[in-house]
């Protein structure tokens, strides 16, 4: 008998492209089951991968203090990656944090250091699960859970890192690498090919459910494998990029570069908590398993990309570079420390109270274009699509 696990849960509301980073990629062409982008959502972190080691050797795809030579100007023009972008709904509870969040994060970009600098627009997603993201444009979206569970200095460091992805046009130049890298244009549009040809077996439109096959997987996930060989790296690379580049942003601000380094660790560690119990990933599928699932949310459930460095990683490269990247700091500056002041008035303003010991939801409540609300495992959080094409 098939074991059934059910995805789905009632309630409404909005999303928009939440692409990220990837958010231009969302909108190439996917015929099959309404999927989406090949990176999903460009977060801060997207799945457990603080695996409590500590690394003592730099990954290939990190950056090397001679690596920040390259960083003047901090922030690029702003490329446009295509199409205009998708309004994004706030969630209202938490409008005065948002609109917080939103005319500081302009105080920043518009930085004599950081101009040309970005108009940026914040939102705040309905999402108890902490996480954060950009997309190409110029949107940040946070989620209500890091506004909820966060410090005030992890909210900033999280959001100058999303600055970051803006900064460097990062969805711009991955819609590059996917359109004339010879060896990722071929590994990606067969990916895309034996994906859609997959999904189109076992994903039931009408019913909205995922029926696990293994053996109609075996070529789809092995396209999936080569894509991701030539991917990953570049995704991390991005990550690497933005934690380093948002110190820049951050320290231009007033933000010493150790504190921006602790805050985003602290962050990361609270995201990696440990996942209750009874979570499924593809992973644990066997044959005939049913999973029910939106379908502009399946693509990416059964396609995980592993987009993020480890949280080791990541804090191995802000311990490398900081002696390189104080450099950038201007303690003159008050706009850090008045963001930080605002943004405590602005969560007693919405009655948001900054826990000390974070309990990780039992589940990711991500909302749908459609207005369905669902839950998935947390485990299955990896690029969870917020998009839609
Ligand atoms: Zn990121």
Redesign the pocket.
Known sequence: MSRVFSIAVAASLLLASLAC?EGGSSRQTRKAQGTTSPGGP???NCKPNGTGETATTLASYMLKPEDLKKYSPIVLPYEEPGDSPESLVSFAALSSVRTALESNSNKIMALKDLLPGRTIEVSIIEDESLNAA?NGWQQVMVNSGAVKYATEKELLTVIC??LA?SARNHTAVTMEFLSTDQKAVEVWSRHERSGNAYLTKVYSISEGTYTHNSALFAQAKADFAAFKEIFEPFRKRQ?AE?DAVGSMICAKAGLPVADFSGSIISFLSKIDAPLPDGTIGMSELKDGDVVEIPKDLVWDFVFQLDSHPPNAQRALQMKTLSPHLTPFEVASSPVATTWLKELVSARAASNVVALTSFMPPKTLNLKTQEGVAIKLPRKSCIEIPRHID
């Open positions: 980073n460009c977060t801060t950009a890192h999303e992805h990550e933005a």
